[in-house]
């Protein structure tokens, strides 16, 4: 059976409660093969007292101050040493004690970046089988259930620090772009999402869309205005039916009055 090393890596600042559920859910995987690196921020929240209790759980703990996430998160990925990285940052937790067990072991488990799915407090998000340049730029995979081999960093290196919330989306379309990584869907809820991560705190929407415009025109470069283009024909496209639709349905029930 083929077991990959797995580092599943934590980035932490000042989230004592989420960060004790993230240590206590990967503590429970049945997966045997695995490492776990935590990385904080000098959080002065009581974090210390829960990663100094969970020492043993952790083979590789650095604590020191940080420019950000994604410079957190390139600390992590300089210091793992697995065949695939994983992370799963303080608040998110896996959706099963052998959920990362049977996510390796699926049939679809190969390739360089693989994507499962993810369940959030009320619902969750199912990845689609087939990416292209259009589904990122309407949307990324989830980094808390994505195992993304080693040697992607190696050729494209880590994550853009420029970026403060959409680093790992630009590092996603980045790697899909280069056309030298094998994508693939585990169809798997790999991990349970923390909803309340910066990306989704409403004073930071407007930030998150200057970094996609900046993203998408720096990878995209002379395509950029054609793939705006495209998406306001779509958008019109689909108000136009949204209104044949409409439409239809008035005659419809007006038919209906009529008879009944």
Request: glycine share 6%.
């Given at each position: 059976?083929?077991?990959?090393?797995?580092?599943?890596?934590?980035?932490?600042?000042?989230?004592?409660?989420?960060?004790?559920?993230?240590?206590?859910?990967?503590?429970?995987?049945t997966?045997?093969?695995m490492?776990?690196?935590?990385?904080?921020?000098?959080?002065?929240?009581?974090?210390?007292v829960i990663?100094?209790?969970?020492?043993?759980?952790?083979?590789?703990?650095?604590?020191?101050?940080?420019?950000?996430?994604?410079?957190?998160?390139?600390?992590?990925?300089?210091?793992?040493?697995?065949?695939?990285?994983?992370?799963?940052?303080?608040?998110d937790?896996?959706?099963?004690?052998?959920?990362?067990?049977?996510?390796?072991?699926?049939?679809?488990?190969?390739?360089?970046?693989?994507?499962?799915?993810?369940?959030?407090?009320?619902?969750?998000?199912?990845?689609?089988?087939?990416?292209?340049?259009?589904?990122?730029m309407?949307?990324?995979?989830?980094?808390?259930?994505t195992?993304i081999?080693?040697?992607?960093f190696?050729?494209?290196?880590?994550?853009?620090?420029?970026?403060?919330?959409?680093?790992?989306?630009?590092?996603?379309?980045?790697?899909?772009?280069?056309n030298?990584?094998?994508?693939?869907?585990?169809?798997?809820?790999?991990?349970?999402?923390?909803?309340?991560?910066?990306?989704?705190?409403?004073?930071?929407?407007?930030?998150?869309?200057?970094?996609?415009?900046?993203?998408?025109?720096?990878?995209?470069?002379?395509?950029?205005?054609?793939?705006?283009?495209?998406?306001?024909?779509?958008?019109?496209?689909?108000?136009?039916?949204?209104?044949?639709?409409?439409?239809?349905?008035?005659?419809?029930?007006?038919?209906?009055?009529?008879?009944?």
């Amino acid at each position: 059976m083929n077991r990959p090393k797995i580092s599943i890596i934590t980035i932490n600042y000042n989230n004592v409660s989420g960060l004790e559920e993230t240590i206590l859910s990967v503590k429970n995987q049945t997966y045997p093969n695995m490492e776990y690196v935590v990385v904080d921020g000098m959080s002065d929240d009581g974090s210390d007292v829960i990663l100094d209790h969970e020492a043993e759980s952790i083979n590789v703990l650095i604590r020191e101050t940080d420019t950000g996430i994604f410079n957190a998160m390139n600390k992590g990925i300089a210091n793992a040493t697995g065949d695939y990285l994983l992370f799963l940052n303080s608040g998110d937790v896996f959706t099963s004690k052998t959920v990362l067990n049977d996510f390796i072991n699926h049939p679809n488990f190969e390739g360089d970046i693989i994507y499962g799915d993810y369940k959030f407090s009320e619902g969750g998000k199912v990845y689609p089988d087939i990416l292209t340049p259009e589904y990122f730029m309407r949307s990324s995979l989830p980094h808390q259930s994505t195992l993304i081999h080693n040697r992607v960093f190696k050729i494209i290196g880590g994550y853009d620090e420029s970026y403060k919330i959409v680093g790992d989306r630009e590092h996603f379309f980045k790697a899909f772009l280069s056309n030298k990584f094998l994508f693939n869907h585990v169809p798997i809820p790999l991990s349970l999402y923390d909803l309340s991560g910066i990306s989704n705190v409403p004073e930071f929407k407007q930030l998150k869309a200057k970094e996609d415009n900046r993203m998408f025109q720096q990878h995209l470069g002379l395509f950029y205005e054609d793939y705006l283009d495209f998406f306001r024909l779509k958008k019109e496209l689909n108000i136009v039916k949204g209104k044949t639709i409409k439409g239809i349905f008035r005659r419809i029930i007006k038919k209906l009055k009529k008879l009944f």
